[in-house]
Structure formats: structure tokens, C-alpha cells
């Protein structure tokens, strides 16, 4: 198991929040490898709500107007939401259980090295 400090595991909460992911790259404990991995994993996450959210946008713009077909992109909406969630629950459970797994479907990805 991978013994936190108390600023290390509060990095690594704040790792999984969105946009806050980046005052942990800022931080002078950035080099720690157990603080890295949950940064990066953030990172990552941050990174493919954004790109989701762009998709989002795009479709909206094109279908978002037409009736009966204004559905598609509440959906996938809701759907961006709930896997934003879902992935930074597990980052956090992860964090609070001290392990170091990689998030489902996005987790290989390696941004910092």
C-alpha cells in the first residue's frame, strides 16, 4: 500500500474534479509517483470530457434545432455526465482505498511521464 501525506492525498482527491486537477501540477510534490498516476489519471479525464463536450456542442449545433431528432443531444449529454461521474467516483474510491488501478477505457493513456 502507498502511504499519502495529508497534501498528497488531498492532490489526488482533487485529481479526479474536473479543471482542479491542474493545481496539483502546479504543486512542489508533482514529482511523487503515487501523486503522478492520480494526476495523470485527471488529467486524461479532464482532457475527454472536454473533447466529449466539443462533440456535444457540434452535434447540437447541427441536430439540436430539428424536432424529433433534439433528443440525440440531451442524451448524449446525460450520457457525458454519468461516465464524467462514474470515472471520477472510481478515481476517488481509488484514492481513499490507497491503489493505484487504472481508470476503465481512458486509464492507459499516459499524459505525464
Not at 13 to 29: H, N, R, T
Not at 46 to 74: K, R
Amino acid at each position: 500500500m502507498n502511504n499519502y501525506s495529508n497534501d498528497e492525498r488531498t492532490f489526488s482527491y482533487l485529481a479526479y474534479i474536473g479543471p482542479l486537477c491542474l493545481i496539483g501540477l502546479f504543486s512542489d510534490l508533482r514529482s511523487n509517483p503515487t501523486l503522478r498516476f492520480h494526476l495523470n489519471q485527471g488529467l486524461v479525464l479532464f482532457l475527454c470530457e472536454m473533447v466529449a463536450l466539443i462533440i456535444h456542442s457540434i452535434i447540437n449545433t447541427l441536430i439540436g434545432g430539428i424536432f424529433l431528432l433534439n433528443i440525440i443531444p440531451a442524451f448524449l449529454f446525460t450520457f457525458i455526465g454519468l461516465c464524467s461521474l462514474a470515472l471520477s467516483l472510481i478515481g476517488i474510491f481509488n484514492v481513499a482505498t490507497n491503489k493505484l488501478n487504472i481508470l476503465p477505457f481512458i486509464g492507459s493513456i499516459n499524459i505525464l511521464r
